[in-house]
T-cell receptor
C-alpha cells in the first residue's frame, strides 16, 4: 500500500526550513528517503527503522514516529542544491518490497 | 565503480513493436529491481531478483511484460507488444545483501533510467 506524502509541493527561499511528511496506514518496519533531481535517478538519503530514531544527512534530518506510522523529513537552512522531488519508501518487513509515495517537489529559490 | 548501467537511455517505438531494456547492476550486488515511473502512478516496483532468481513479480502489469536475469551482471525487461500506455521512465536498481538476514541492504542504487515513448 502506497504511503501518503504531504505536501505535494513546497517553494522555499534559500535558508528557509521545510518539513515533508510520509504516512502509512499499516505498521512499518522502515522508512527510506530518496531525492530525485529533474531528469536524474533517485538517490538514497537515509533510512529509519522502527524505534523512533532520527538521522541526518548534511542539514537534512528525519524522524520516524512508530506510534503514528509517520516519518518526517526536515530540510533545515535550505540550499539551492536541495531542490528536487523527495520520495519516501516504506517497507513493512525487514526486507521485501519498497513502496514509494507520490513524492514532494521542493523548489529552493535564491 | 561504474554504477548501475542502463541502455538505451531513450527509446521511441511504435505501438505493437517489441522493446527490450537492459541493465547491468553494480558488481557484487545480489539484488536487482526494475521500476517504472510515470506522472500518474509514481515510482512502481515491477519485479525484483535475488541471485538471478525472480522473487516477486506481482508488480508486472501484464503478460506483455517479462524480465530475465541470465547472470549476475545482466538483466532485461521486455515489452511485447508495446502500447502507448507503457510510455514511462524505467529504472533498474541494485542492492547488496544486508548480511545477517540475507535481505537487500538499506540502499538501492538506481541507474540513469530508460525513457520509453510508445507512439
Amino acid at each position: 500500500q502506497q504511503p501518503v506524502q504531504s505536501p505535494q509541493a513546497v517553494i522555499l527561499r534559500e535558508g528557509e526550513d521545510a518539513v515533508i511528511n510520509c504516512s502509512s496506514s499499516k505498521a512499518l518496519y522502515s522508512v527510506h528517503w530518496y531525492r530525485q533531481k529533474h531528469g536524474e535517478a533517485p538517490v538514497f538519503l537515509m533510512i529509519l527503522l522502527k524505534g523512533g530514531e532520527q538521522k541526518g544527512h548534511e542539514k537534512i534530518s528525519a524522524s520516524f514516529n512508530e506510534k503514528k506510522q509517520q516519518s518526517s523529513l526536515y530540510l533545515t537552512a535550505s540550499q539551492l542544491s536541495y531542490s528536487g522531488t523527495y520520495f519516501c519508501g516504506t517497507m513493512r518487513g525487514s526486507w521485501g518490497k519498497l513502496q514509494f509515495g507520490a513524492g514532494t517537489q521542493v523548489v529552493v529559490t535564491p | 565503480d561504474a554504477g548501475v548501467i542502463q541502455s538505451p537511455r531513450h527509446e521511441v517505438t511504435e505501438m505493437g513493436q517489441e522493446v527490450t531494456l537492459r541493465c547491468k547492476p553494480i558488481s557484487g550486488h545480489d539484488y536487482l529491481f526494475w521500476y517504472r515511473q510515470t506522472m500518474m502512478r509514481g515510482l512502481e516496483l515491477l519485479i525484483y531478483f535475488n541471485n538471478n532468481v525472480p522473487i516477486d513479480d506481482s508488480g508486472m502489469p501484464e503478460d506483455r511484460f517479462s524480465a530475465k536475469m541470465p547472470n549476475a551482471s545482466f538483466s532485461t525487461l521486455k515489452i511485447q507488444p508495446s502500447e502507448p500506455r507503457d510510455s514511462a521512465v524505467y529504472f533498474c536498481a541494485s542492492s547488496p545483501s544486508s548480511g545477517l538476514a540475507g535481505g537487500p541492504a538499506d540502499t538501492q542504487y538506481f541507474g540513469p533510467g530508460t525513457r520509453l515513448t510508445v507512439l
